[in-house]
């Protein structure tokens, strides 16, 4: 019965993803960013990391409006060019294929083999600005799409206006590139050495923040606080490592920290 229950949430989340859009799940019927533009270029791209595959999302094959769809074993060596579309008001605050919460200001992505999650490199080809998302969620399902970018991503794309983009998608195997973050990371924090705080990230979920500041405060003994900034009408939340030890200390922190998917800390000062 319980296995029954499971696999009719799973394909209602799959049906309902981002980009069918029929029946009326969602108030707003066609989908749009927010009244305001917002700023997002402070919106730290996705970090990769090893994560086993979610329980929901990732059934194959499965049927969206007629077609079939198949899952990819593993996402190694994907690469491919085509169309990207981004969603954003209609969709914010309601649940993705996975079953987590789609946070238009996080840098996030629909696809539809993919498996979930996964990490991809997304370079726009009209003016060649890239980013890094996280797919956790099903979709396009539009002839010519490749993928379905938050609202963030879009933005830091530059392809909010045109609404689609041609652009490359390059997975990424999180293994490789936390090793090759943890080089540069050491490296930058010999450069930077000022600041009484090391922040690690900074988020527009309190709930994330706090998850992250967790995992902070175990990896380098730290004590973690949540600083909250405001910035284009919207609040952030900033993870705020207090750096009170030695430089070699703080450089070791830097390290750990960029190992197990947080890379970039970096020494800031904070009220």
């Not at 949430?9 to 533009?37: E, F, Q, T, V, W």
């Not at 050495?193 to 979920?205: C, E, F, I, T």
Request: charged fraction near 20%; aromatic fraction near 8%.
């Amino acid at each position: 019965m319980i296995k029954h229950i499971w696999v009719s949430i799973l394909m209602l989340a799959l049906i309902s993803g981002c980009s069918s859009k029929s029946g009326g799940r969602y108030s707003i019927k066609n989908d749009h960013g927010p009244a305001s533009p917002v700023d997002v270029s402070h919106v730290p791209d996705a970090v990769p990391k090893v994560e086993p595959r979610s329980r929901g999302g990732n059934k194959s094959p499965y049927v969206v409006l007629g077609k079939t769809y198949y899952v990819m074993k593993d996402a190694n060596g994907y690469r491919e060019e085509g169309g990207a579309s981004w969603y954003g008001k209609k969709f914010h605050g309601h649940l993705t294929s996975n079953g987590e919460v789609y946070d238009m200001y996080e840098m996030t992505a629909a696809h539809k083999s993919l498996p979930i999650p996964s990490y991809v490199k997304v370079t726009n080809l009209a003016n060649n600005r890239q980013v890094i998302v996280r797919v956790n969620d099903r979709g396009p399902f539009h002839k010519g799409r490749i993928i379905d970018l938050s609202y963030a991503a879009a933005s830091k794309l530059g392809m909010l206006s045109h609404g689609t983009a041609r652009v490359r998608v390059e997975a990424i195997n999180p293994r490789s590139w936390q090793s090759s973050q943890s080089v540069r990371a050491l490296g930058k924090s010999n450069m930077a050495n000022q600041g009484r705080y090391l922040q690690v990230g900074a988020y527009s979920v309190r709930a994330s923040a706090e998850r992250v500041a967790q995992e902070a405060e175990r990896l380098t003994g730290a004590k973690a606080r949540i600083g909250e900034t405001q910035s284009s009408g919207r609040v952030l939340y900033r993870v705020l490592l207090v750096a009170d030890a030695s430089e070699a200390e703080v450089e070791k922190w830097v390290g750990l920290l960029a190992q197990n998917g947080y890379p970039g800390a970096h020494r800031v000062d904070f009220p």
